[in-house]
């Protein structure tokens, strides 16, 4: 998982859990630039650097894990609640509006219909300058879920058998 590379479709490949040194690395050694790099983004996440660039080289960002598969509360986290209380939208509703104006790519994982709707109800509102700014002071700078640097993990993640 860290650091994959797939062809998308004919001259497109899309990437997952590049780091900008191994991003420019596979640009300048190939002739092909990644349309996409799915990396994990949500609010206690963010990658406002890595996200500056990617644009720099004409890489769109995606999020994977937009709500941070619910770790640190993310649904109970008093900012997202009140922001949410202001629009009369949920948490979830929020996150994706905060990352769609970002011109982040957001495509959350649900098995529930409802969910399903609720996620693509985003585009009836818009957050406010200040609220953007507000969600920017939950950003830890850090992965909630896992280091992608680390050796171990790489490993362990690399040779995992996958479900098919």
Same mark, same amino acid.
């Given at each position: 998982?860290?650091?994959?590379?797939?062809?998308?479709?004919?001259?497109?490949?899309?990437?997952?859990?590049?780091?900008?040194?191994?991003?420019?690395?596979?640009?300048?050694?190939?002739?092909?630039?990644?349309?996409?790099? %799915?990396? *994990?983004?949500?609010?206690?996440? %963010?990658?406002?650097?890595?996200?500056?660039?990617?644009?720099?080289?004409?890489?769109?960002?995606?999020?994977?894990?937009?709500?941070? *598969?619910?770790?640190?509360?993310?649904?109970?986290?008093?900012?997202?609640?009140?922001?949410?209380?202001?629009?009369?939208?949920?948490?979830?509703?929020?996150?994706?509006?905060?990352?769609? %104006?970002?011109?982040?790519?957001?495509?959350?994982?649900?098995?529930?219909?409802?969910?399903?709707? *609720?996620?693509?109800?985003?585009?009836?509102? *818009?957050?406010?300058?200040?609220?953007?700014?507000?969600?920017?002071?939950?950003?830890?700078?850090?992965?909630?879920?896992?280091?992608?640097?680390?050796?171990?993990?790489?490993?362990?993640?690399?040779?995992?058998?996958?479900?098919?």
């Amino acid at each position: 998982m860290a650091g994959n590379a797939r062809v998308v479709s004919r001259g497109l490949i899309g990437v997952s859990n590049f780091y900008p040194d191994r991003l420019i690395d596979l640009i300048i050694h190939n002739e092909v630039v990644p349309a996409v790099n %799915q990396i *994990e983004t949500h609010p206690f996440y %963010q990658q406002i650097e890595t996200q500056k660039f990617l644009q720099e080289n004409k890489v769109q960002i995606e999020s994977w894990g937009p709500f941070a *598969e619910g770790k640190n509360n993310i649904f109970s986290n008093e900012l997202l609640l009140s922001i949410a209380g202001k629009y009369q939208k949920t948490v979830a509703q929020v996150i994706l509006r905060w990352l769609t %104006q970002r011109g982040v790519v957001a495509i959350p994982k649900s098995v529930r219909t409802e969910r399903m709707v *609720e996620n693509f109800n985003i585009f009836d509102f *818009e957050l406010s300058l200040e609220d953007m700014n507000a969600i920017i002071s939950l950003d830890t700078k850090k992965s909630s879920l896992f280091d992608h640097r680390d050796p171990d993990m790489v490993k362990m993640l690399g040779t995992a058998k996958r479900n098919t």
